[in-house]
């Protein structure tokens, strides 16, 4: 938000991450920003919310939690032609699946503390443009405001991109078998997956994330009580928000990632008590589906 000024308006991603709607609306809105929450997978929908004031468009693809993939290129299209920049959380899908600059946006943002580290041990963020007006910009107020990491966060993180593309693709391999055996169980209402055919955004991920899919995985169950009772039971799978690294993590984003976007908005976009979202990790496929199994029976 350092590029906007009080008066601008922002498009964003309706399913959001929990933390990145209480940035806008509990922080940004004091300072004279207004913003428009849309479901991005429908660039008519994005063109529709856009107005005179629109000076960005802020996606997630795969979106958190649902995993609803964004054509990039055909949204920075016409969020250009509009005269507006494009900006990119690509946290889930990191640099081994997703390059967003080469589709089109003008910035791309990563939490460094999930994939980039992969360790549960760093906290930090990244902002990358290929833009050196942009780049300038963020460069002064970076410096303004000290929003530099410590050495050490440096060596982890530095230490953790070593071994990524290793650690995404065990992810993604068995995110996708979990996801697949998530399918056929009877207590399992919907897997939201975009490894799975029958997602949606299947084919536009397949083009777009060269062939792998991710390591984060949606489902939902009947009710809230049975999410949180499948939660209690877990054995391998840690109950933790984050997600990115070596071991694999179950949460509620209803219950916590997204607690702070109020129920009515979360009940609209389809963030449902039943919800369960799984960071998959690089252990052996088989403890985690027979956690799992487990845990759902």
């Known amino acids: 938000m350092l590029l906007l000024e009080p008066g601008d308006h922002v498009v964003f991603t309706e399913d959001v991450y929990g933390g990145t709607f209480r940035l806008f609306d509990k922080v940004f809105r004091r300072y004279g920003l207004s913003f428009t929450a849309v479901d991005p997978t429908d660039p008519d929908t994005v063109a529709a919310a856009m107005t005179d004031r629109t000076r960005l468009v802020w996606l997630e693809s795969p979106t958190n939690p649902l995993l ?68 300038e910009r963020l460069r002064f107020h970076q410096n303004a405001v000290g929003a530099v990491p410590s050495p050490f966060d440096c060596w982890l993180l530095l230490r953790g991109l070593k071994t990524l593309q290793l650690r995404v693709q065990r992810q993604c391999e068995n995110a996708l078998a979990i996801a697949r055996w998530l399918e056929g169980q009877d207590a399992v209402v919907q897997v939201y997956y975009p490894g799975l055919e029958s997602n949606p955004g299947h084919a536009l991920a397949r083009r777009q994330m060269g062939g792998y899919f991710g390591g984060v995985v949606s489902f939902e169950v009947s009710s809230g009580d049975a999410a949180r009772s499948f939660l209690e039971r877990l054995r391998v799978f ?6 990115g690294a070596v071991e694999s993590l179950a949460e509620s984003p209803a219950m916590m990632t997204h607690a702070s976007i109020p129920e009515e908005i979360r009940t609209r976009v389809g963030v449902s008590d039943g919800l369960l979202r799984l960071s998959v990790g690089i ?10 199994e487990q845990a759902l029976a």
């Open 238 to 243: 840690t109950l933790a928000e984050s997600l």
């Open 68 to 135: 609803r993939i964004v054509d990039l290129d055909a949204v920075s299209e016409l969020v250009h032609g509009a005269g507006a920049l494009v900006a990119v959380d690509s946290t889930f899908a990191s640099p081994v699946l997703q390059r967003p600059l080469e589709l089109g946006a003008d910035l791309v943002v990563h939490s460094s503390t999930k994939y980039l580290g992969g360790h549960s041990d760093v906290l930090g963020g990244a902002v990358l443009t290929s833009d050196d007006s942009l780049a």
């Open 283 to 292: 252990e052996d496929v088989d403890d985690l589906v027979a956690d799992l």
